[in-house]
């Protein structure tokens, strides 16, 4: 069965202090992984695509990367408007759903 | 602004009573999707469609219907027989169903009482 595991729950960090989100997946056959940031009360915003082992992503202080088992969402010099839970999804070979995790919860301290 | 356009945000209905939620794109896209999400749970597949006049069920279909006559518009209903509707309902589109992001709507908050 198709299975994403996001970590932490929960992160809290102080305005600067960098860290890591985790996202563990097992698919039959990856065709993609996806990550979103929702806001409290709002839909969920796309964020990166990654399609095999070894990509990267950027955007801002936002860097995505991606293994064979896991991809890590890099959080680099956080600020206060970077606080969100960070959704990690997959797409496997085998349907056309995607699988999300149930993501982890930053706050970022000033 | 081309975009996914959820209505209505907020929605209260008394228990037994049939609610349909509306969801309109005008991306293109040709998937489309229904997600339910409860606090401390993963977004959950409740129906998919890759094309016009046609949808699968994910994997939480029961109570809920929908239907895909046009490529822009894909109402959920949530019919009185599913058995714990309140809920945050979330719409996405993609341009294709496979290798492509999935856009979201901005929700709706179902409230049954």
């Known amino acids: 069965e198709d299975q994403v595991t996001q970590s932490p729950e929960a992160l809290r960090l102080q305005e600067g202090e960098s860290s890591s989100l985790n996202c563990s997946y097992t698919?039959?056959?990856?065709?993609?992984l996806f990550w979103y940031r929702q806001d409290p009360g709002k839909g969920p915003e796309f964020l990166f695509t990654l399609y095999s082992a070894g990509e990267e992503k950027e955007k801002e202080r936002l860097k995505a990367t991606l293994t064979k088992k896991e991809s890590f969402l890099h959080i680099t010099a956080p600020k206060p408007e970077d606080s969100a839970t960070y959704l990690c999804?997959?797409?496997?070979?085998?349907?056309?759903?995607?699988?999300f995790g149930t993501g982890t919860s930053l706050t970022v301290i000033p | 602004d081309g975009g996914i356009t959820q209505s209505p945000k907020y929605l209260f209905r008394k228990e037994g009573q049939n609610v349909t939620l509306s969801c309109e794109q005008n991306?293109?896209?040709?998937?489309m999707y229904w997600y339910r999400q409860d606090p401390g749970q993963g977004l959950r597949l409740i129906y998919y469609s890759q094309i016009v006049n046609d949808f699968q069920k994910g994997d939480i279909a029961e109570g809920y219907s929908v239907s895909r006559e046009k490529k822009e518009s894909f109402p959920l209903t949530v019919t009185s027989a599913q058995k714990n509707p309140t809920a945050f309902y979330l719409c996405?589109?993609?341009?294709?169903?496979?290798?492509?992001?999935?856009?979201f709507g901005q929700g709706t908050r179902l409230t049954v009482v």
């Open positions: 991306l293109n896209h040709d998937a």
């Open positions: 996405a589109s993609s341009f294709r169903a496979l290798n492509t992001e999935a856009f």
């Open positions: 999804a997959v797409q496997s070979n085998t349907g056309n759903q995607f699988y």
């Open positions: 698919v039959s056959g990856l065709r993609g």
